[in-house]
């Protein structure tokens, strides 16, 4: 089976094993992926993350991030741009997640951003997805 959507591949797995309260996650590495993890972590819904190279496929490791009392971080994870239906925004028309409780993570044309380094860079793009 080929996957059509790897960017919901990686939401979906995050979802799950943050669902089983999981600590580790391994998956298969490219570069978009390894991008919208640094955004997580930078904003503070990883611990950390690693890329371990292999042959034929770089897997990429998650450590997930829970509370102090095992509450989770990631309270929700969705994809907002599908590939059936592109969404756009430029940094102007971006709301806040929340008021400002969540992010969106864009893939602009300067790279892959948290909602908030966008409208600092003042630049718009695609809108990947949706944590809180």
């Known amino acids: 089976m080929t996957m059509t959507d790897p960017v919901a591949d990686l939401l979906t797995r995050i979802r799950n094993a943050n669902r089983r309260k999981a600590k580790t996650l391994t998956m298969p590495a490219s570069a978009l992926k390894v991008r919208i993890v640094q955004v997580l972590k930078e904003e503070g819904y990883l611990a950390d993350y690693r890329v371990e190279p292999k042959k ?6 998650l450590d997930l991030r829970y509370g102090p009392d095992g509450e989770r971080v ?7 741009s599908k590939p059936g239906c592109r969404v756009y925004s430029s940094p102007k028309k971006l709301k806040r997640v929340l008021g400002g409780q969540g992010i969106y993570v864009l893939s602009t044309p300067k790279g892959v951003f948290s909602d908030r ?9 695609e809108v990947l997805c949706q944590v809180y």
């Open 117 to 125: 380094t966008a409208r600092k860079e003042n630049v718009g793009g």
């Open 56 to 61: 034929p496929q770089s897997d990429l490791v």
């Open 74 to 80: 990631i309270r929700e994870i969705q994809r907002i």
